[in-house]
């Protein structure tokens, strides 16, 4: 089955930890997302990137690492030095990079301890 | 103000009542997507759309330009279509702007 596969569903860290959330498509397509969902509020672009090892910060990357090594896999590392990791994130991908992204992950639940 | 506003935040219908859900944008776009996220929190995209209207089964999307609108109407509603609807806009940067979404429950 094509898709976007985020892992794990849940994930717990310590205060001051770093941890590596991870998105892995088989849609072969270009352009890939990192969106963090809070209550109430819209999803938010942290990342970015149209082809292999490129990447373009969002409007909230401060925080936040990624990296594009291959076309199918785009991880988010969410550092210590983001001030509120807890959150919903979500993986998105596009063919290309007009129009958007039109699939998505089933998302990411972080807490930190 | 939000540059996307949705209305109502919250939405609780009878099985079988017509549904209408609102987006209000305040940019110019190129482009509008409706997107459905169900308690799991995955996202299924719904809809994308430019100008005038599209039917998919039991959903219709209409879009006014001039007026900066779209709506997204849910026919016959049954309670498998509870989730919550959000309309996104494409804007100048080619980028996807969201509202905070709709929280649709369909009572059996």
């Known amino acids: 089955d094509g898709g976007i596969t985020q892992s794990p569903k849940y994930l717990f860290r310590k205060e001051g930890q770093n941890v590596t959330l991870s998105c892995e498509q088989n849609l072969n397509h270009d352009a890939m997302y990192w969106y963090r969902q809070d209550p109430g509020q819209g999803l938010r672009l942290i990342y970015y990137s149209q082809i292999v090892n490129d990447f373009q910060k969002g409007d909230i990357a401060e925080g936040y690492s990624v990296s594009r090594e291959k076309k199918e896999s785009f991880p988010l590392t969410v550092t210590s030095a983001q001030k509120n990791p807890t959150a919903f994130y979500l993986c998105a991908t596009n063919p290309d990079s007009s129009g958007g992204p039109q699939h998505f992950g089933d998302g990411t639940r972080l807490s930190i301890l | 103000k939000n540059e996307v506003e949705q209305s109502p935040q919250n939405l609780t219908a009878q099985e079988g009542e017509f549904i209408t859900i609102n987006c209000s944008y305040s940019?110019?776009?190129?482009?509008l997507h409706w997107l459905q996220q169900h308690p799991g929190g995955g996202i299924v995209s719904l809809f994308m759309?430019?100008?005038g209207k599209k039917k998919h089964g039991r959903l219709i999307a209409t879009i006014n330009i001039q007026e900066k609108h779209s709506s997204l109407h849910i026919t016959a509603s049954h309670p498998r279509d509870s989730a919550v609807y959000i309309c996104?806009?494409?804007?100048?940067?080619?980028?996807?702007?969201f509202g905070s979404g709709t929280q649709l429950t369909v009572l059996p």
């Open positions: 996104a806009v494409l804007g100048s940067a080619r980028q996807l702007t």
């Open positions: 759309l430019s100008s």
């Open positions: 940019v110019g776009i190129s482009a």
